[in-house]
């Protein structure tokens, strides 16, 4: 067998068998400690070799299937309404459509990488986003849940609160100061465990939705820039109208696609959306999707004003100090171009 064919074929088979965080075309053959045992065994024995690595390519075909797992929406995601639902754009690992009934934004991936929500990801990855810790921007975000708890207020007055996706609590703690009696979930252990002990508040470590949560339970439910993180939203407002009470009040925040950056290039937006946002919602379509959960929605508050993002003249409007920053941010605002959306609804 021709050495560089054989090289190949035993590289891939290795491929197979690293972790899929570890798979790459670069890696070195000959360092592989595994193969130079069996190399060592088989001296100028190709297929010896090859013969030798038959139980882990049996096993690793297995590994294979089991680690496939397609996140490919043959329904909407929101509405479940049935295809087709053309692509908008593709890009190499994922592909974006818009239903045709309810208007979401959503994607489809083949074979989604692992994620997970754990301290890593409140800690270094938050910081290289905002430059801070999630703990070291605790009181900014405890103060922007105050005025969100003050529309909720006027849409409920009853205590019960349920935060999905609560992290290390600010929005709880802001909550509790204003006569609410809050519960968080969170995937995070270590996050409940700071909620738990450091806040002393009532919070469950676990997904949504989660059998330890009782229906009709609580007067309001939150997600803080966590639905877009689900997969299935059609099962997961289905779970929150049953945990809500009558009447009961959903309040949530997700990124916008009607927003300026969506805008000015919705292929460039679609682009850097997070691996991990399935669903993209937009202020004119969520009524929409929300009534067909049972919802209706009473107040959409339109967030995340970037006078810098504005095409052409925005690199001038990066400083609060320039003119066109406030001039922008006017615009924006009576327009409703910011890339984030906060709704408020109530079960019908």
């Not at 509405?79 to 908008?88: D, E, G, Q, R």
């Not at 459509?97 to 929500?117: L, V």
Request: hydrophobic share 40%; glycine share 4%.
């Amino acid at each position: 067998m021709d050495n560089k064919i054989f090289k190949k074929i035993i590289k891939r088979r290795f491929l197979a068998k690293a972790p899929r965080s570890q798979r790459t075309q670069s890696i070195d053959l000959i360092s592989l400690p595994e193969y130079q045992e069996i190399k060592n065994n088989n001296t100028n024995n190709n297929f010896a070799i090859l013969a030798s690595l038959a139980p882990w390519r049996e096993k690793n075909i297995s590994s294979m299937f089991n680690d496939y797992s397609p996140q490919v929406n043959r329904k909407c995601p929101v509405c479940a309404a049935n295809s087709p639902n053309k692509s908008l754009t593709r890009f190499p690992d994922r592909t974006y459509r818009r239903c045709h009934k309810c208007g979401i934004i959503y994607m489809d991936r083949t074979n989604p990488p692992p994620f997970e929500y754990e301290k890593e990801y409140f800690f270094e990855q938050y910081k290289n986003q905002y430059g801070k810790t999630y703990l070291e921007d605790f009181e900014n975000i405890k103060n922007a849940a105050k005025r969100r708890i003050k529309i909720i207020k006027s849409l409920s007055s009853q205590p019960a609160l349920l935060d999905i996706g609560c992290a290390y609590g600010p929005f709880l703690a802001a909550a509790r100061e204003e006569g609410f009696v809050p519960t968080g979930l969170d995937p995070a252990e270590d996050a409940v465990r700071y909620v738990q002990e450091k806040l002393g508040i009532t919070a469950i470590h676990g997904f949504f939705p989660n059998s330890e949560l009782a229906a009709a339970t609580f007067d309001v439910i939150t997600l803080w820039f966590v639905i877009e993180h689900f997969t299935d939203c059609v099962s997961v407002l289905s779970e929150i109208k049953k945990l809500l009470k009558n009447d009961g009040v959903l309040a949530f925040s997700t990124p916008s696609f009607s927003g300026i950056s969506g805008r000015k290039n919705l292929k460039s937006f679609l682009s850097v959306s997070p691996a991990d946002h399935f669903t993209i919602w937009s202020p004119k379509m969520v009524k929409k999707a929300l009534l067909i959960a049972g919802f209706k929605v009473k107040r959409i508050a339109v967030t995340g004003h970037h006078p810098e993002r504005f095409p052409v003249l925005g690199k001038f409007a990066k400083s609060r100090k320039s003119p066109f920053y406030w001039f922008f941010l006017a615009i924006s605002r009576f327009f409703g171009l910011g890339d984030t959306v906060e709704v408020y609804a109530r079960v019908v």
